[in-house]
């Protein structure tokens, strides 16, 4: 499924909360995203009609099993995009963020794939190289 990079962030955001909080909130994600309560409430409205969370989120945000599995799978794909811009091209930290966002968003899957491959090998050679300096 190619989502907008708004619908990424959003996606994203529910992901990560849902973790630490027993019940995420329109405004829980308004606070993490610095957004407005009417804005998140417009997004998730696209994301019900994509069922990604359960229609009913006016009292909590609720993934649906489909929402988790895409989250779940563009999580492990933004961490390994972020890594990209922040260790490889130095990055500040929300400008990789938002440039992780952007390149999900942007470009084909099979392309994400193929760099998170690069990356993955990249910070592999890098730990290995410094664990044998220190030997």
Excluded: W
């Excluded at 933004?78 to 470009?107: G, M, W």
């Amino acid at each position: 499924m190619k989502l907008c990079a708004g619908q990424y962030k959003y996606l994203l955001t529910v992901y990560e909360l849902s973790k630490t909080l027993k019940t995420v909130r329109s405004v829980d994600i308004a606070n993490s995203l610095s957004v407005t309560r009417p804005s998140v409430s417009k997004m998730l409205k696209c994301m019900s009609r994509l069922e990604l969370i359960k229609p009913d989120y006016a009292s909590s945000v609720v993934l649906t099993d489909l929402g988790k599995e895409t989250a779940k799978n563009l999580s492990v794909n933004f961490n390994t995009i972020n890594i990209f811009f922040t260790e490889i091209l130095k990055l500040d930290e929300r400008s990789a963020y938002e440039q992780s966002i952007l390149f999900l968003a942007s470009f084909p899957e099979s392309t994400v794939e193929k760099l998170s491959a690069i990356t993955r090998n990249t910070i592999k050679k890098r730990h290995k190289s410094l664990l044998e300096n220190k030997i």
